[in-house]
């Protein structure tokens, strides 16, 4: 008698191991919304290649778990316990670190620029922001803690992906991106450099685009790179081993 395969499996080619489709999916959600930050329905199911109906079936799931929140205008975003895991496994971590060290620079470069600061490490294909220091003004940017943005098209993309065998001795150059992850926001990046000569992260600041253009997004780029720079020095304080790694894929 033969037996028909259940529905919601299939069977890798590459290695005959049998992957849940339905966890395949749901996980493929959930890394949109991480990216996304907060990304409507319709969004979620264009950029899965998914029927609306089966995308919500999902996304309700992972909203269930705290995986995914939900706001009044229905946009989706990372939930509790996304968060609360990914800090998690970044306790023990170079990132860690990264994030204790960090405190004073950003705290300098919000006080500086007066616009919202943060710390951003390359995740893959991706670049996730792990630290802030909020502008002081009524109107600023805020809520990018664990959002992930892609590395294509964005300032810290272009950071994170600096040679720094390319760099022009001295200050490390920083990238300008318009509206290019978020409408009306501009974002200005620096990557951090250790003595070791690796990029290990990148400093920005996020404003809007009325605020950070002619000689005000001049200053910022300086400020920016500054502060890369020297929270690079820095870093020479830690042990070697912890920042001065291969890059992936390498």
């Known amino acids: 008698m033969s037996s028909v395969p259940n529905a919601t499996m299939t069977e890798s080619n ?10 395949e999916r749901a996980l493929r959600l959930l890394s949109i919304v991480i990216t996304g930050g907060r990304i409507s329905l319709s969004e979620s199911a264009r950029l899965g290649d998914l029927s609306p109906s089966t995308t919500l079936r999902h996304l309700k799931t992972l909203e269930l778990h705290g995986f995914v929140s939900r706001d009044e205008q229905g946009l989706f975003s990372p939930g509790p316990a996304f ?12 990132t860690a670190q990264l994030i204790a060290a960090v405190r004073p620079f950003l705290d300098s470069l919000s006080a500086t620029t007066l616009e919202s600061a943060y710390l951003a490490v390359r995740e893959g ?3 996730m922001y792990v630290a802030t ?8 940017h805020v809520g ?3 959002r992930s943005v892609p590395l294509e098209g964005t300032a810290v993309g272009v950071a994170l992906a600096t040679d720094p065998q390319e760099q022009t001795p001295g200050l490390p150059r920083a990238a300008v991106r318009i509206g290019s992850t978020e409408e009306g926001i501009t974002a200005v990046s620096a990557p951090v450099v250790t003595p070791g000569h690796q990029v290990v992260a990148a400093l920005s600041i996020l404003g809007p685009d009325f605020r950070l253009r002619g000689e005000a997004l001049s200053r910022a780029k300086q400020s920016v790179a500054d502060a890369a720079s020297r929270f690079g020095e820095s870093l ?6 912890d920042y001065d790694r291969e890059p992936e894929g390498e």
Do not use: C, M, N, Q
């Not at 220091?133 to 600023?140: F, G, I, K, T, Y």
């Not at 020479?236 to 081993?241: D, E, M, P, R, V």
């Open 14 to 23: 590459a290695g005959g191991l049998h992957v849940s489709r339905s966890a």
């Open 83 to 94: 968060v609360r895991l990914a800090l998690t496994a970044l306790s023990d971590s170079p």
């Open 125 to 127: 294909e991706v670049a």
């Open 133 to 140: 220091s909020p502008s002081p003004r009524a109107v600023r």
């Open 144 to 146: 990018w803690i664990s």
């Open 236 to 241: 020479g304080l830690f042990s070697a081993k």
